[in-house]
Nanobody, 114 residues
Framework: QVQLAESGGGLVQPGGSLRLSCAVS????????LGWYRQAPGKQRELVAT??????NYADSVKGRFTISRDSALSTVWLQMNRLKPEDTAVYYC?????????WGQGTQVTVSS
C-alpha cells in the first residue's frame, strides 16, 4: 500500500521560508511524477510543482520562490519555499502518479501571516 506523509508546515511571517517534506513508502518512484499541490479555504486544489525524470514544473505564482527536489534513495520529496506571501497560505498535499497509481498525503498546513 502506497503511503505519503507530509511534514514541515507551520506559521511563518511574510518573507520567511519553510521546507516541506514528503516521505513515500510502498513504492519506488524512479519513474513516477511527484508533485506538491495546495488548497486554500474556499478554493480548488491547485498544482504548485512537479518533478519527474523529465524535469520540474512550477505554477507561475511560485516560480523563482519555490524549489521541488527529490531523493530516490531516501524516498523523499521536498518543497523549499522562500519569500513566502500571505497568499501562499493553504494546506499543502504531496502526490505521486505512476501508471494507474495516483495517491495523496494527508496534507500539512502552511500559514503565512504577521
Amino acid at each position: 500500500q502506497v503511503q505519503l506523509a507530509e511534514s514541515g508546515g507551520g506559521l511563518v511571517q511574510p518573507g520567511g521560508s519553510l521546507r516541506l517534506s514528503c516521505a513515500v513508502s510502498g513504492t519506488r518512484f524512479t519513474f513516477s511524477v511527484l508533485g506538491w499541490y495546495r488548497q486554500a479555504p474556499g478554493k480548488q486544489r491547485e498544482l504548485v510543482a512537479t518533478i519527474s525524470n523529465g524535469g520540474t514544473n512550477y505554477a507561475d505564482s511560485v516560480k523563482g520562490r519555490f524549489t521541488i527536489s527529490r531523493d530516490s534513495a531516501l524516498s523523499t520529496v521536498w518543497l523549499q519555499m522562500n519569500r513566502l506571501k500571505p497568499e501562499d497560505t493553504a494546506v499543502y498535499y504531496c502526490n505521486i502518479r505512476q501508471g494507474g497509481l495516483n495517491s495523496w498525503g494527508q496534507g500539512t498546513q502552511v500559514t503565512v501571516s504577521s
